[in-house]
C-alpha cells in the first residue's frame, strides 16, 4: 500500500469529489490520500486549507497538505465543475462536514450573488451590505451579520412568478394572497435556510421583514431603512442616512413613511 496527493481546487471540496477521493483510495489500495489545493481559487489557500480539514475530519485515512507528494494526481475536471456549482449557491452540494461553515464564514456570499442575480440587482446588494454595516458599527450591533443580511437579502428576486409559487405553495401557502412582488422576501429565508444552510434567526427574520416592514427588531429596521437609501437608488438620502444613525427606530418610521406616501402617489398617478 502506497500514500497518494490528489489535487484540485477544492473552491470548496464538494460531496461527489469526497466520495470520488474514497472510492479511488479503496480502488487502488491506497494507504492514505493526501489533498492539496491548488494556488489559484476565488477563496484564499488558507480559507479552502481550513474547509478541506473540516471535511476530511471524520476520515482517518484522509489528511491535507499545501504540498504533492512525487506520484500526485488531479480530480477529474468535470468533478471540479460542482466547485463552480457550489459557489453560484448550491452549498448542498458542498461536502457535508463543510456546510455549517460555509454559511458561516460567507467566503462564496457575493459569488452566489452574482450568479442568482441580475448584475444591477447584485450592484444594489452590495449597496445595501455596505450601508448595513456602516450603520450597524455606528451603533455597536453586529455589523458582520448586518453586512450579511444585505448582501442575501434579494438572493431569489430574479425568480419567475412560478419558481416563487412553487416554493411557497410548498412552506408559505398564505404569502400566496399578496402581491408577487414582495414574494422575493418569503422565498429568500426559505431558500437561504434550505439550500445554503443558512440559520441565523436574525438574519433570516430581517429578510423576511425587509418588504412589507413587518420587523421589529433593529437588525429589521436596519435592512428595511438601508434598502431604501442605499446609493444605487439615485437619490438624497442624506438626511435618512444621518438619523439612522442616530435614531434607528425614528429613521425605520421616517422611511416607512416616506414609502408609503411614494405607493400612494404612485397608485394614484
Known amino acids: 500500500m502506497k500514500n497518494c496527493s490528489i489535487s484540485a481546487a477544492f473552491d470548496p471540496i464538494t460531496q461527489e469529489e469526497l466520495a470520488w ?26 480559507d479552502r486549507l481550513k474547509l478541506l480539514k473540516k471535511a476530511v475530519a471524520p476520515y482517518r485515512h484522509l489528511s491535507v497538505s499545501e504540498r504533492p507528494l512525487k506520484d500526485g ?51 444594489h446588494s452590495r449597496s445595501v451590505a455596505k450601508v448595513c454595516r456602516e450603520i ?14 444585505g448582501i442575501l437579502h434579494d438572493i431569489t428576486k430574479a425568480w419567475s412568478d412560478e419558481q416563487g409559487r412553487q416554493l411557497l405553495e410548498v412552506y408559505d401557502p398564505s404569502r400566496l394572497e399578496l402581491d408577487a412582488k ?59 442616512t444621518q438619523l439612522a444613525k442616530e435614531d434607528l427606530k425614528a429613521a425605520f418610521d421616517l422611511v416607512f413613511k416616506e414609502a408609503e406616501e411614494y405607493r400612494e402617489r404612485r397608485n394614484n398617478g
Not at 475536471?77 to 461553515?101: H, T, W
Not at 450597524?136 to 443580511?149: F, L, R
Not at 421583514?209 to 438601508?226: E, Q, R, V
Request: aromatic letters at 8%; a negative charge.
Open 21 to 46: 477521493i474514497l472510492d479511488y483510495r479503496k480502488a487502488h489500495g491506497i494507504r492514505e490520500v493526501v489533498l492539496v489545493p491548488l494556488q489559484q481559487g476565488i477563496a484564499s489557500v488558507a
Open 73 to 123: 494526481i488531479f480530480i477529474p475536471e468535470e468533478l471540479q465543475e460542482g466547485e463552480r456549482i457550489v459557489r453560484q449557491g448550491r452549498y448542498d452540494k458542498s461536502a457535508r462536514g463543510i456546510r455549517k461553515e460555509l454559511a458561516e464564514c460567507g467566503i462564496y456570499f457575493e459569488t452566489s450573488l452574482d450568479a442568482l442575480c441580475k448584475p444591477r440587482r447584485a450592484a
Open 136 to 149: 450597524a458599527e455606528v451603533h455597536g450591533m453586529d455589523s458582520e451579520q448586518a453586512w450579511k443580511a
Open 182 to 240: 414582495t414574494w422575493h422576501s418569503f422565498t429568500a429565508p426559505i431558500f437561504l435556510k434550505t439550500v445554503m444552510g443558512i440559520q441565523d434567526k436574525k438574519i433570516l427574520q430581517a429578510i423576511l421583514t425587509h418588504t412589507l416592514g413587518d420587523g421589529c427588531t433593529d437588525l429589521d429596521y436596519l435592512l428595511y431603512i438601508a434598502d431604501k437609501i442605499e446609493p444605487t437608488r439615485g437619490y438624497d438620502a442624506a438626511y435618512e
